[in-house]
């Protein structure tokens, strides 16, 4: 909040208080005057009969100036009464002969003008008294402009002289998309390179890439490279419920732009403002597509040279209007994607740099466990495993809270405390065995780095945790194959052991629907469907243009698939089957070693195999098309 907003605030709350202690006085002051004025109005014979009788009080006479006419106001059977008397003299002679005292005086028609308008005139002072501060605040902010509650139309960009904090340095497990950002930095160091030969750089980078993978981050970084102001704005803050706003402050954005050249501008969520135009229901053309048509504007307005980098970030790249996709405005769209084991360890360096680790911190073990995360998850990992080394009191992070952090934003933090009973203990830490041994025994999937039957605040009653030793670019038929047994496993187990299965493995079953679906539909992996897509996962995101769309296949096709996600899924659980049978020992003495322990390491469970026995696949049992099926200890 600005100085001048301050102000703003300050003095609308002094025009508050004046305001609300001006009718306050005023309202009292009319109470009083209404008070006094809830009269009943009486007859001469009335007034003569309560004198008499003794019951009468607070005798008011005013009488007219010229002649001896008057009012009579007096308090009769706790009532204020008032009589017109044409004769003064006469009710002063009454009221002496029966001993009631009373007041005289004169009636003014000054001082019931007064009473009158005086409310008036105070209420006017203090709406003078606000439109001159306001004036004078106004001027002294500069005019209209200045004032916080004008500046609908100014952008709400923040610009940053000074980003020499950020380069690529500070950008880890991102090697190919700073190298791919590298002729940015170089044009904006030496424009004149690219222009003597006629080079036109991009007018706009697109970062497009997950949440959290560092897009801001980098962005940063190239303006810090390259030595020039950066100016940052999310979508959503150039729409507003006014018309024309948005407009205004994309405007007013490039005017500043222009003004500090060379210089970067970066929108950050830019699919809240560059959605595609004519979506939805009825189309239409509201204020977020005026805000997009004026930014298309601005982009063609600048030449290619005059310094101006456009960069924005968006995870939602499917939904953005071909527009701003075409040459000439994001001409240059760069993919952020997860990082690697390699990356995901550069980047747990660098957010272990200000904290102090024990010798048993091994960041290269906790990249390998971390498949997926991102570098905002792993900055969150390192966070939490500091938060409990403090809980602790340590002055140091150990492995162990590295893996308890680890636990807790994968899977959720354990509940120790919650009571289970022997039977529902039993029941996970067989479930969670047969996950296990799959992990163990198929080669591509694992191998084991936790087990536990300790609920976790997600929901779960246990987690089976792998350690892969590296990162697929692509999922095989094969790899597919082996993760629907390993999801098959938990409830595999149940029934070969338990009288009855439960409903812990539904997840399980959703998950290897999933994959099964997506290599019938997706992938092209069944030789009876063959290499066609039929649209599952596919479908269009607005549901304006969704609406009237029917399938893109018939009944009959539709039944084939469904035999064929069956088919692939009763394969794998046959073979899943087949090697969890063959390790009954093994089934057996994990889920008691679970039962004792509640939380083992993958060293105690591949223990359970034998010192010198390998675990292998049954005899005739295949873990997959394209599956490596060699024995693994």
Do not use: W
Not at 137 to 160: D, I
Not at 311 to 338: E, H, S, Y
């Amino acid at each position: 909040m600005n100085n001048g907003t301050r102000r703003y605030l300050s003095s609308g709350l002094v025009f508050f208080v004046v305001l609300v202690v001006t009718m306050l006085i005023t309202s009292t002051f009319s109470r009083n005057r209404i008070g006094r004025n809830v009269i009943n109005e009486v007859t001469y014979g009335t007034f003569v009969q309560a004198v008499e009788s003794g019951d009468i009080r607070n005798v008011e006479i005013a009488q007219n100036s010229e002649v001896p006419t008057g009012t009579v106001t007096f308090v009769s059977g706790g009532t204020t009464n008032r009589v017109n008397v044409s004769d003064v003299n006469a009710v002063e002679a009454i009221l002496a002969e029966n001993e009631v005292d009373f007041t005289l005086g004169a009636i003014t028609s000054a001082a019931s003008s007064m009473r009158t308008i005086f409310p008036v005139i105070i209420i006017g002072g203090v709406i003078v008294m606000m439109v001159v501060m306001m004036s004078v605040m106004m001027r002294a902010q500069g005019g209209v402009g200045g004032n916080p509650m004008m500046n609908f139309g100014k952008s709400k960009a923040k610009m940053v002289q000074d980003v020499t904090e950020y380069d690529f340095s500070k950008v880890a497990g991102l090697d190919e998309e700073k190298e791919a950002l590298q002729e940015i930095v170089e044009f904006l160091k030496s424009p004149e390179k690219f222009t003597r030969v006629g080079a036109r750089i991009p007018k706009g980078v697109l970062l497009v890439g997950p949440p959290g993978t560092g897009k801001t981050l980098l962005a940063k970084a190239v303006a810090g490279e390259g030595g020039v102001p950066f100016f940052s704005i999310s979508g959503s803050d150039f729409v507003e419920m006014f018309v024309g706003v948005g407009a205004s402050r994309v405007r007013d954005l490039f005017t500043e732009a222009k003004q500090n050249a060379p210089c970067i501008v970066f929108i950050d969520e830019i699919d809240a403002v560059a959605r595609r135009r004519g979506t939805g229901m009825g189309g239409g053309h509201d204020e977020r597509e005026q805000t997009l048509n004026q930014l298309l504007v601005e982009m063609d307005g600048f030449g290619a040279n005059e310094g101006i980098i456009v960069m924005a970030a968006t995870n939602r790249v499917d939904i953005l209007d071909p527009a701003i996709m075409r040459p000439g405005r994001f001409d240059r769209k760069v993919g952020v994607g997860k990082p690697d084991v390699r990356g995901r360890e550069e980047i747990l360096k660098v957010h272990a740099r200000n904290k102090p680790l024990a010798e048993d911190v091994n960041l290269e073990e906790v990249a390998q466990t971390t498949a997926g995360f991102t570098g905002a998850d792993l900055e969150n990992l390192m966070n939490e495993a500091a938060i409990g080394a403090a809980k602790q009191n340590r002055g140091y992070v150990k492995q162990a809270d590295i893996n308890k952090a680890l636990i807790k934003v994968g899977i959720g933090e354990e509940k120790r405390s919650k009571i289970i009973s022997e039977k529902d203990k039993r029941i996970t830490a067989y479930h969670e065995t047969g996950h296990a041994i799959l992990f163990h025994v198929l080669p591509d999937v694992g191998p084991v780095h936790m087990v536990s039957v300790i609920p976790t605040g997600m929901g779960a009653a246990g987690y089976t945790m792998p350690l892969p030793s590296k990162d697929e670019t692509f999922m095989t038929k094969g790899i597919m194959r082996q993760n629907i047994m390993v999801s098959l496993g938990g409830r595999i187990a149940e029934e070969l052991v338990l009288e009855d299965v439960t409903t812990g493995a539904s997840q399980d079953i959703k998950q290897a629907t999933n994959i099964a679906r997506a290599m019938v539909t997706q992938y092209g992996m069944s030789e009876k469907i063959g290499m066609i897509s039929y649209g599952d996962g596919d479908e269009d995101v607005f549901i304006g243009l969704e609406l009237g769309q029917g399938r893109k296949y018939g009944e009959d096709m539709a039944g084939m698939i469904d035999s064929e996600v069956k088919r692939i899924i009763d394969e794998c659980y046959d073979e899943a089957k087949d090697i969890i049978s063959h390790n009954m020992d093994v089934l057996h003495a994990g889920a008691e070693l679970l039962m004792e322990k509640e939380k083992i390491t993958g060293a105690e469970f591949e223990a359970l195999f034998g010192k010198n026995e390998q675990a292998a696949l049954p005899e005739g049992a295949e873990a997959g098309p394209g599956a490596d099926v060699s024995p693994e200890a």
